[in-house]
């Protein structure tokens, strides 16, 4: 089969009987739902680019196993041109949709799980990368999009998993059978998880003997029986009830995060990808969170690129883009996102291949990057609202402006430039609203935050690679000491 046009993608969406419940109610078409799709046209734009041919270098890539031209998404990078291209794309869809576009965790897990299974193989005797790459050539061939999930809930964050007091806070298999094993647990945060075809599951720390029954790896389908999503809150998300596309800021775009529930689902032998070699667990923890925290180099860029952009018209529209504090601070929003992507690219033009043969970024600069994200995100919204002016807090609502006696006066006093309309004042205003406080904000700015991991999770990668030891031996030559 051929890459899916967005259209086909949206269709097979809506085939797939997937357990949603939201606000204490099952959603029956989640794929029309007002409040989740949104996020359904944001991983539909990955679909859609690669229609485009301006965008095809970047969106699609020749799988050299099979020969065929498969969606990025989907690819394993065989590069480091492969790495950067990949944060280019991701760079792409954010400008594209001002949004977490989802798919880059299922990308994300199948290369660590590519490197990941062979070397299990190499040490167990076992077959679990061939049961993965069925598994990826499948995906390729039907243009899935696949969910990445890696959170587990964790309970007391002292304690490992096998000994929490209740035993299911992270994932684990309650039952072996001779033809697969039944699975127990949840996946917390999965951005993108009702807008997937497969779900991939990993464990989501490196872990001990004892652990055994945790250090599982496997794919199912998104309709497996006893498997079911509970959509999160986000702030402002009923606006898109109401109807008024200005009032939501970005009306086509958002990404929407679900608790997924595993009530003892079922997981043939041939979709398991790591079955008790806990030992391992940590490998593909580890590999999985360095490409993520690449992945936040591309798509925290893109966003923050139509962050910079609201905020330069807002400043036209405010009559204020020739003073020169706005200038500087636009040039400082500049140079902090641009740090960003130096950093998505440095660790991909760093990279190195793995035993399996498909490259791994650098995992010191992706920890950087990804370190990176936790804050400048933060300082470029803080800086597009001060540019913005208050005003993008407390404007009146879209029925105001229409009403037939307020509009006039919504009209009147809230027009800055004259040159440019009240409305248009305010939908530029409303969309930096959405970015920086409304449903976007779960996306770029918290996101940023605890999206791949939290910061002390990259603080403790960059101390392990950051070789003090080498450094140290430096500053010892440079100074003749000798011991
Ligand atoms: Fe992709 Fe970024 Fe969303 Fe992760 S946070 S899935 S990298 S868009
Ligand atoms: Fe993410």
Redesign the pocket.
């Known amino acids: 089969m051929a890459l899916m046009t967005g259209e086909e993608y949206i269709e097979s969406i809506r085939k797939i009987k997937m357990q949603v419940y939201m606000f204490g109610k099952k959603i029956e078409n989640p794929v029309d739902d007002p409040i989740l799709r949104p996020s359904l046209n944001s991983v539909r734009m990955t679909y859609d680019l690669a229609q485009i041919p301006e965008y095809k270098d970047l969106m699609t890539a020749v799988d050299p196993d099979t020969g065929k031209t498969i969606n990025r998404f989907c690819h394993i990078h065989r590069s480091t041109q492969d790495l950067m291209n990949k944060v280019k794309m991701?760079r792409l869809?954010?400008q594209k949709t001002a949004a977490?576009?989802?798919?880059?965790?299922g990308m994300?897990a199948f290369n660590a799980e590519w490197s990941t299974t062979y070397e299990v193989d190499k040490v167990h005797g076992t077959h679990y990368h061939e049961n993965f790459v069925k598994f990826l050539h499948y995906v390729q061939e039907k243009d899935l999009t696949v969910d990445g999930a890696m959170t587990d809930p964790k309970g007391d964050r002292s304690k490992a998993p096998h000994a929490q007091e209740d035993p299911d806070l992270y994932l684990r298999v309650v039952e072996r059978r001779p033809d697969g094993v039944v699975v127990r647990g949840a996946k917390a945060h999965q951005?993108?998880i009702l807008n997937s075809h497969e779900v991939l599951v990993m464990p989501t720390i490196a872990m001990g003997p004892d652990d055994k029954d945790y250090a599982i790896s496997f794919a199912v389908p998104l309709d497996s029986p006893n498997l079911f999503m509970i959509v999160g809150r986000q702030s402002c998300d009923t606006r898109k009830l109401e109807g008024s596309k200005m009032d939501v800021g970005n009306p086509e775009f958002g990404?929407v995060e679900a608790l997924t529930i595993f009530d003892n689902v079922f997981v043939p032998n041939d979709r398991i990808f790591l079955n008790g070699e806990s030992e391992f667990a940590g490998m593909l923890v580890e590999r999985f969170a360095g490409y993520?925290r690449q992945?936040?180099g591309?798509?925290?860029v893109g966003v923050g690129d139509v962050l910079i952009g609201a905020a330069a018209v807002a400043a036209e529209y405010n009559g204020a883009a020739k003073a020169s504090h706005i200038k500087d601070k636009l040039i400082e929003m500049t140079h902090l996102n641009e740090t960003l992507y130096a950093c998505g690219i440095a660790c991909s033009a760093e990279g190195q291949p793995t035993e399996s043969g498909n490259y791994l970024i650098n995992l010191l600069l992706a920890n950087v990057c990804k370190q990176n994200v936790t804050r400048f995100p933060y300082e470029i919204v803080r800086l597009a609202e001060d540019i913005a002016g208050g005003l993008m807090v407390t404007a009146p609502s879209e029925k105001d402006l229409r009403d037939p006696k307020l509009g006039a006066y919504v009209e009147k006093y809230l027009r800055g430039n004259p040159a440019v309309t009240t409305e248009n004042r305010l939908k530029i205003l409303r969309l930096i609203e959405n970015l920086s406080l409304g449903t976007a904000a779960v996306?770029y700015r918290t996101?940023s935050m605890h999206?791949?991991g939290s910061p002390q999770a990259q603080r403790i990668m960059i101390a392990r690679q950051g070789n003090l030891g080498a450094k140290k031996k430096l500053a010892k030559a440079i100074a003749h000491i000798e011991e």
Do not use: L, N
């Not at 977490?100 to 965790?105: L, S």
């Open positions: 991701q869809c954010g977490c576009f989802q798919r880059c965790v994300d951005t993108g990404g993520h992945s936040y591309g798509c925290k996306g996101e999206g791949a």
